[in-house]
């Protein structure tokens, strides 16, 4: 399904599409005020952009680093080149440890490499433990956005679907209620766990420690109460020192939700006496990405979420309409690099109006990169009636008398054929709205007459 | 007091109109305004006849590449003007950052894309006008659009920690009556987007609606802007559903405002 139809779908429901535009709108609105309350914003974004660069400008070096640090920590390190050895080497701890109940805190890396349906097969049952993605794991769903998963769900949705699983009472929307609902639910899990499974939102090849980031604790609770703690990260999760931490710490909630600090932020430097850590370093596409000069620095992203919540198409299309584990404008521009065919729509599902670009916190220029992959999907395509139509408009554009007859032609046309002919179910520009009234001569005729 | 502009005396700035080729063949009024509103403030202003397009159609298309034909016939039409100035922020954009590099003119294509300017830069930037004077009793709502707002930086974005600014409004500033109303959403894209409009019809539309009720909900009696490609879109959505509201171009409220 491609990007415009699965947006019409999204658009039919024009009440609740409102409402999930309101809904990120706010959020976004809550992220220009925290930002706007550090006079340094702006130099904070230059320093995380440059920092940034940087990494992937010596990514080799880190990484070994990183491995070095860690090891010697007493983390177990283990390389991923693909979705699939990644998923082999979790199993393959898993069977060790004959575990077959995990949790999970909140990873897109997970969702990426598609790990939950793969460990389900061998039997292993996966409970996803941020609040969001458990409610959306209940619907068989995956995350519509990589911050919120369940934003657009409705609390009476929420209700619903823990009436269903988890018995609560008919029509209670009550947040606080439904929240113990799940809080109880989830504590037997994980009770139960022998094994957490976690993202990395920052690794420090300075320290050979890791930081995630969680609002509800999730993370940590699983990690403590399990005896082995898996974390996967992709390759360019990585900045230098923990010192820069501070400056990313500071971005990232603010950017993300308008807090100014996510509610946890835990260091994992070397396993408990007893207990295990490992570290998946996974590539999966990521050093194709960093070998596309135009595209390399969408590896910058430190997956706050912020260009979806600014982005009018997103707010108005949903998560899903993108078809991508990444939605939204940062999606568009690194899922073309895994599929250029599959996504191909996604790149022209914008207006380029820049606003993701002027919010995000690395500064990737999110819609310059979106107008570079239309060329490159274009060139893919090979052979099309637009490319055709576009090489006829250069003829035109290319000879002024060409031009002058084609548009004399055009206004003509627009004046002389009937309403039903121009208004045709052909025509997407008459379908909601008017054509300019058209007027008897072009400026250039004008111009002509009267100036020169 | 006489306005600043009609008090100092100064060179005659000499001016080529590029008109976008959609103004040229549907709206004609506001390519009238933006020539007299120049020649009102001083200039000596020249309509080269050979212009056809910037490009961008194609280019935003996916198709740069097959652009060069209309991009030499742009520089070899603008080559030899000091100053290129145009009613859009959009194709002003595209001509500085799109336009592919043609070889054996790359000097003179860089001459022009460094001397074509959107024509509120213009005025406030080169000619430094400061305010236009003049009178324009109206309720306005200003559509700031992308291209010029986040591309050329012609006014502050929402979305970044800097002080608030907009070349238009400021031209606005000294024109009595003129009441400019403060938008719910300062400055969110109208969902033209050239083939976006129709390659992503329900979502153009819808976008446009939105914008819409915001102006309406202010009660503005004229929406404003610096890219009649906008106002078209948003124009085509109101008039199809019956809503009261008029559209001008920055040009002409000005050119209006002066005389």
């Not at chain 1, 501070?246 to 207990?275: E, M, V």
């Not at chain 2, 020649?39 to 309509?47: A, D, I, M, N, R």
């Not at chain 2, 430094?128 to 006014?155: A, D």
Request: glycine share 6%.
């Amino acid at each position: 399904m491609s990007h415009p139809s699965q947006a019409a779908n999204f658009l039919k429901d024009e009440k609740r599409a409102h409402w999930h535009d309101e809904t990120l709108w706010f959020v976004r609105e809550k992220r220009d005020i925290a930002s706007k309350n550090i006079p340094e914003w702006e130099e904070l974004r230059k320093l995380a952009s440059g920092i940034k660069d940087h990494v992937l400008s010596k990514l080799d070096y880190y990484l070994e680093e990183l491995e070095q640090k860690a090891s010697a920590n007493g983390i177990k390190v283990h390389w991923a080149k693909d979705a699939e050895e990644h998923n082999e080497i979790v199993w393959s701890i898993l069977k060790e440890k004959k575990c077959k109940a995990i949790v999970k805190s909140k990873s897109i890396l997970t969702e990426e490499c598609h790990l939950n349906p793969y460990l389900e097969k061998r039997g292993v049952e996966v409970v996803d433990t941020d609040l969001g993605e458990r409610i959306v794991q209940f619907l068989k769903q995956p995350p519509s956005h990589i911050v919120l998963p369940a934003i657009h769900l409705k609390k009476g949705d929420i209700s619903e679907i823990f009436h269903e699983k988890l018995q609560t009472e008919k029509g209670n929307e009550d947040p606080v209620y439904l929240t113990h609902a799940a809080r109880k639910h989830l504590r037997d899990k994980f009770m139960a766990a022998k094994v957490a499974i976690t993202g990395v939102n920052f690794a420090i090849p300075e320290t050979g420690e890791f930081v995630v980031c969680t609002n509800e604790g999730n993370a940590d609770m699983g990690v403590h109460l399990a005896d082995v703690h898996i974390a996967c990260m992709g390759i360019e999760k990585i900045i230098p020192r923990r010192a820069d931490l501070g400056i990313f710490l500071r971005l990232l909630a603010r950017s993300a939700t308008g807090q100014s600090i996510t509610n946890y932020n835990s260091h994992f430097r070397s396993p408990a006496p007893g207990k295990e850590i490992h570290l998946i370093l996974v590539d999966n596409g990521r050093t194709k990405q960093l070998k596309r000069e135009k595209f390399k620095n969408s590896l910058k992203c430190i997956r706050c979420g912020a260009c979806m919540n600014t982005c009018p198409i997103y707010r108005r299309s949903g998560g899903y309409s993108y078809g991508s584990t990444v939605p939204g404008p940062i999606g568009s521009i690194l899922s073309p690099g895994i599929d250029v065919k599959k996504y191909s729509t996604l790149p022209f599902a914008s207006t380029l109006c820049g606003s993701c670009s002027d919010v995000c916190p690395v500064k990737i220029n999110i819609h310059e990169q979106l107008y570079e992959w239309r060329q490159e999907i274009t060139k893919a395509q090979g052979w099309s009636t637009k490319g055709l139509s576009m090489k006829m408009a250069n003829g035109i554009f290319t000879s002024p008398l060409a031009y002058k007859i084609s548009g004399k032609l055009l206004r003509a046309s627009l004046k002389n054929l009937p309403k039903s002919v121009i208004y045709n179910p052909l025509n997407a520009w008459g379908k909601n709205r008017d054509l300019p009234e058209v007027p008897k001569e072009s400026f250039k005729e004008w111009y002509l007459k009267n100036r020169s | 007091m006489r306005p600043n502009y009609l008090v100092q005396p100064r060179s005659i700035m000499e001016v080529a109109l590029f008109i976008p080729c959609y103004i040229d063949q549907f709206y004609p009024d506001v390519a009238k305004a933006t020539l007299e509103l120049l020649e009102k403030l001083g200039c000596k202003v020249s309509y080269p006849m050979d212009q056809t397009c910037c490009g961008q159609p194609m280019a935003n298309s996916g198709f740069e590449r097959d652009t060069d034909g209309t991009t030499r016939q742009f520089i070899e039409t603008f080559k030899n003007f000091d100053y290129i100035v145009a009613p859009s922020g959009s194709c002003v954009l595209h001509i500085k950052e799109h336009q592919p590099a043609i070889s054996e003119q790359e000097e003179e294509q860089k001459t022009v894309q460094s001397k074509v300017y959107e024509l509120s830069e213009f005025l406030t930037d080169v000619l430094k006008v400061g305010t236009i004077e003049g009178s324009f009793p109206h309720k306005i709502g200003f559509h700031s659009s992308c291209h010029g707002q986040r591309g050329l930086r012609l006014s502050s974005s929402s979305e970044l920690n800097e002080a608030p600014f907009s070349k238009a409004k400021d031209l606005f500033a000294g024109i009595k009556d003129l009441e400019l109303v403060e938008l719910s959403r300062k400055d969110e894209c109208c969902g033209f987007g050239g083939t976006f409009a129709v390659s992503e019809e329900a979502l153009s539309v819808q976008m446009g609606k939105d914008r819409l009720s915001d102006h309406l909900s202010h009660q503005v009696e004229i929406i404003c802007g610096g890219d009649t490609s906008c106002l078209m879109h948003l124009q085509g959505i109101a008039e199809r559903n019956n809503q009261p509201v008029k559209f001008m171009h920055l040009a002409e409220i000005l050119n209006q405002a002066i005389s």
